[in-house]
T-cell receptor
Framework: GQQLNQNPQSMFIQEGEDVSMNCTSS?????WLWYKQDPGEGPVLLIA?????ELTSNGRLTAQFGITRKDSFLNISASIPSDVGIYFC?????????????FGSGTQLTVLP | EPEVTQTPSHQVTQMGQEVILHCVPI?????FYWYRQILGQKVEFLVS????????KSEIFDDQFSVERPDGSNFTLKIRSTKLEDSAMYFC??????????????FGNGTRLTVT
């Protein structure tokens, strides 16, 4: 099956710093999604990317859909304590009506005051 | 904003027992999913459901698992005879209004299943 490599696995940053994380795949996806998961909760959608090369922002978050359709990155600018959590990339391949998601292994972000 | 609702939030069961996990997807969504997340690991696809039948399932979704949409609002996951390795967070997700081709998945807060 398809696999996503997400890097880094964990990050410790100072409040106010910018953060960057990425996902790569050996196969293409039609959609890239970025989710954030807080402890004990389900993934919450942050940004959805639908076209190769697309650059989309959501507040302090910016994500890009790689031109090859095999990668994506997420940037968080001026981090704050509530940015703490696990960030997952997810790729979606249209196959009939299912369009299941393949998740990356997550980036655990810790923001130090 | 509409939410996917899952109950219970935590289920403890003994090995070999049957469990049913409940989900109420976002109304007017058409595609329904179950994912699971073993502690400390990534979220894994189990099954997708559309038009009252399974669209796709992963190798994890063996004969011990089944899904059902018993009425117009609920979407359940049944594990017939639980094993220790079934312990995980189980997430329900839904997607898609009639005209939205690219609509992303929306997840519930999960049910933590502990098999003892």
């Amino acid at each position: 099956g398809q696999q996503l490599n997400q890097n880094p696995q964990s990050m410790f940053i100072q409040e106010g710093e910018d953060v960057s994380m990425n996902c790569t795949s050996s196969s293409i996806f039609n959609t890239w999604l970025w989710y954030k998961q807080d402890p004990g909760e389900g993934p919450v959608l942050l940004i959805a990317l639908y076209k190769a090369g697309e650059l989309t922002s959501n507040g302090r978050l910016t994500a890009q859909f790689g031109i090859t359709r095999k990668d994506s990155f997420l940037n968080i600018s001026a981090s704050i304590p509530s940015d703490v959590g696990i960030y997952f990339c997810a790729g979606q391949l249209y196959s009939g009506s299912a369009r299941q998601l393949t998740f990356g292994s997550g980036t655990q972000l810790t923001v130090l005051p | 904003e509409p939410e996917v609702t899952q109950t219970p939030s935590h289920q403890v069961t003994q090995m070999g027992q049957e469990v049913i996990l409940h989900c109420v997807p976002i109304s007017n969504h058409l595609y329904f999913y179950w994912y699971r997340q073993i502690l400390g690991q990534k979220v894994e696809f189990l099954v997708s459901f559309y038009n009252n039948e399974i669209s796709e399932k992963s190798e994890i979704f063996d004969d011990q698992f089944s899904v059902e949409r018993p009425d117009g609002s609920n979407f359940t996951l049944k594990i017939r005879s639980t094993k220790l390795e079934d312990s995980a967070m189980y997430f329900c997700a839904s997607r898609g209004q009639v005209s939205s081709y690219n609509s992303p998945l929306h997840f519930g807060n999960g049910t933590r299943l502990t098999v003892t």
